[in-house]
Every structure is written in structure tokens, then in C-alpha cells.
């Protein structure tokens, strides 16, 4: 993808659908210095856009990622869009001021419905392998392992794809999450977002990049930090697979591929079973 004109274009030369929003800063020109990452909290992409699309909300974002990879545009980058609210950043208040935003088609945090079952604010029912359970950063501490829902491969593709034009487009300084700019306000993108690695993809910071461990035996891979959650269906690993650690010892666990840089199965496994790359 590109940037021409402040609108997003394929890899094809055509550009995104574009449907403006009336919600954005008249008379003030954007010259954005961060990408700040959003869920939607919306039932699909296409209410989040309607939503987007009706001035009663005063609320827009310059882009909306569906599940299956659709982008659509709604604020050209050059305008002052309106998706950070209440935010502060290094300092400095008003994220929509200087942030291009981006929203993933996301329901956001989940309520359990029971064993493997987690349910959305408006009614559907996801199953354990669709769900990432995690403490969001903000939770205070103690608290209960929440759902999250899972980004799809082609979201997150697509998004990314947009996150490097824009950040070649304009020079950005760094791509940041809705709950760092309003913590305790918001929690989106939320844990299930892989923050740490499209950070490094995009800015190329070995500091970002998660450390790297490797499996001290073959294991089985659970859906949940605990000892009698049930393995995910087909999910192992064997010795000496190579793994990020994303949280605290026995957490969340990304096992890597035999090529090292992909993500193969996740899931959660016991620190004892982890030991620090050569």
C-alpha cells in the first residue's frame, strides 16, 4: 500500500473505499507525528463505519479494518480526525492533534459464559480458540484473567500494510495503543493486539522485540494459565522450539516456526518449561 493525496492506495493503484466522515477539525490541517491503535468495540466493520458516518456521533477514525482485511477510509490523513478523546502523550494532551487513527474491527473485552464459551456485549458466543485470556495492563492487580478476542490473520496483515504506508507516507514516530495514551480510560487494541512485534516491524528497534526462549522439552500447548485447562486441539511443541514470552513466568507463550520469525501456535505454558535462547 501507498499514500497519495493523504488517502490510502493498493497495492493495485486503486485507492480504498473512501467514504468521508463529517467528523473531523474544519480549518485545522493534521501533521501527525504518531498511529494510534484502536478496537472498534463495534458488532462488524460496517457499523463501526456507520457509526463513523453519522455527525450525531462525533466520533471518526481515517481508517477501519474489517476482520477479513477490508480497509476502509474515512478522514483524509491531513485532517484532524476524532478517535483519541481524552489522551496525553509524552506530555502532551490531545492525541488527535498529532495521530493518524486506526480502528480494527474488534469487540474488545469479553464476558466468560461459561467453560470455553466467552460472549460479546451484543451477543455472540466465541469458543476458547478464538479467544486470547490475559490480564489487560491496566486491570488492577489480582484481578481475573479476562477474554480477549483474537485479531485475524488478514486483519492484522492489512493493517499493518496500511501502519508501513502511513509511516513512510509521514515520517511517524511511533505506532501506540488507545490504553497507553488513556490508561485506565480506554483498554483497546487490548492484549490480544501484538503490540510489541508491529512495533518492531514497523521501526525496526531490536529493544521492542520480545525476548526469545526455547522449550526445555515437548509440550503440550493450554488454553489457559493453569494446570487442568485443557490443551489446544493439535497444539504442541516440541524441544527446543523457539518461543516469546509476553507477560509474567507461565504465561502467555507465542511458539515460534522452525524459521524463528513466524507464529505457529499460541497459547500458555509453564516458565519451568522455558530457558533463555542461546
Known amino acids: 500500500m501507498q499514500v497519495h493525496d493523504h488517502q490510502l492506495v493498493g497495492d ?5 473505499p473512501f467514504r468521508e466522515s463529517p467528523n473531523w477539525t474544519h480549518g485545522t490541517f493534521l ?8 478496537y472498534t468495540a463495534a458488532p462488524s466493520a460496517e457499523d463501526a463505519v456507520a457509526r463513523f458516518l453519522d455527525p450525531r456521533a462525533r466520533a471518526s477514525a481515517h481508517l477501519v479494518v474489517g476482520r477479513d482485511g477490508t480497509v476502509t477510509q474515512l478522514v483524509r490523513f491531513d485532517r484532524v480526525a476524532w478517535h483519541a478523546g481524552p489522551s496525553r502523550w509524552e506530555g502532551r494532551p490531545g492525541l488527535n492533534a498529532f495521530a493518524i487513527g486506526i480502528e480494527l474491527d474488534n469487540p474488545g473485552r469479553l464476558v466468560r459464559l461459561g ?31 479476562s477474554g480477549w478476542p483474537r485479531y485475524p490473520a488478514a486483519q492484522l496483515a492489512a493493517a499493518l500494510a496500511a501502519a508501513e504506508a502511513v509511516v513512510q507516507a509521514y515520517g511517524l514516530r511511533d505506532v501506540l495503543g488507545h490504553d497507553e495514551v488513556a490508561p485506565g480510560r480506554r483498554s483497546d487494541p487490548g492484549p490480544a493486539f501484538p503490540m510489541a512485534s508491529v512495533r518492531a516491524r514497523l521501526f525496526g528497534r531490536a529493544d521492542d522485540a520480545l525476548p526469545v526462549w526455547v522449550t526445555s522439552e515437548a509440550l503440550a500447548i493450554r488454553a489457559a494459565p493453569a494446570r487442568r485447562a485443557a490443551p489446544r486441539q493439535a497444539a504442541r511443541c516440541r524441544r527446543g522450539r523457539r518461543a516469546r514470552r509476553h507477560a509474567a513466568p507461565g504465561e502467555l507463550v507465542e511458539v515460534l516456526d522452525a524459521g524463528g520469525d513466524q507464529p505457529d501456535r499460541e497459547g500458555w505454558v509453564h516458565s519451568r518449561f522455558l530457558r533463555p535462547a542461546a
Open 12 to 16: 493495485d493503484g486503486v485507492p480504498v
Open 31 to 38: 501533521a501527525p507525528e504518531y498511529l494510534l491503535v484502536h
Open 115 to 145: 467453560p470455553g464459551r466467552w460472549g460479546t456485549w451484543y451477543g455472540d458466543v466465541l469458543p476458547d480458540d478464538d479467544v486470547v485470556q490475559a490480564v489487560h495492563r491496566d486491570d488492577p492487580v489480582g484481578s481475573l484473567l
